[in-house]
């Protein structure tokens, strides 16, 4: 589904990606482990259009993003990719359906049909009873879970994480990995998860261990 070739990133004279090769199944849960430095972060973007590498290419099926223009990019993501970060990054003044409708909203979807997927999508995750909570009146694995809800709501193809796990106790944590796997075996959803996490990486498909810029074979 998801092929990358060649990619290499500098930020001035610091070269962060030397040559990365890999490729994502649909379907896969996928885990990118390695020291801090070692270039996770930085290839995340990458495979998720945030950014754009210095040399080699990135294809989604037949699409190559790097012939994209921005504006073409932007609307990609917005309806082939879903983002879950360490800490949620929900928006503090809207409630949880409000921040899960605004992937739809920018993606042009009419307000009455946002607002409808975005409840399901919050009752499928448990949470039908948090629907006008704000961030504030959430727990910790629940803002997580809104999160992850945004992230679905365009139906993307492939979710990234970044440190999913990261800031939530052992509970919370051991039931948003649980949820990953429900996910793809209801909605054959992709994962692309980086993590220090080593026993979410254990049980994940396959894990890219990362070191210096370059994968470790």
Do not use: W
């Not at 307000?111 to 409808?116: R, S």
């Amino acid at each position: 589904m998801i092929s990358a070739t060649g990619i290499t990133k500098s930020f001035g004279k610091l070269q962060v990606l030397k040559g990365i090769d890999l490729s994502i199944e649909r379907g896969e849960i996928v885990s990118i482990v390695g020291p801090s430095g070692a270039g996770k972060t930085t290839l995340l973007q990458i495979l998720g259009t945030l950014d754009r590498p210095d040399s080699g290419l990135v294809f989604y099926e037949q699409n190559n993003i790097n012939e994209m223009k921005d504006k073409d990019i932007a609307d990609f993501r917005n309806k082939n990719i879903g983002f879950v970060f360490q800490f949620h990054q929900l928006l503090p003044e809207f409630t949880a359906v409000e921040n899960v409708m605004i992937p739809l909203l920018i993606g042009k979807t009419k307000l009455a049909t946002a607002e409808k997927r975005a409840k399901e999508i919050l009752d499928f995750m448990g949470l039908k009873d948090r629907l006008e909570h704000k961030p504030s009146e959430l727990s910790g694995g629940e803002k997580q879970r809104v999160a992850v809800a945004r992230a679905l709501a365009n139906k993307p193809d492939v979710i990234f994480a970044d440190e999913p796990s990261g800031s939530l106790d052992t509970q919370n944590r051991e039931e948003l990995h649980q949820l990953f796997f429900n996910l793809r075996k209801e909605l054959n959803q992709t994962f692309v998860i980086v993590t220090h996490d080593e026993q979410l990486a254990s049980i994940t498909d396959r894990t890219i261990h990362m070191l210096d810029g370059c994968i470790q074979l």
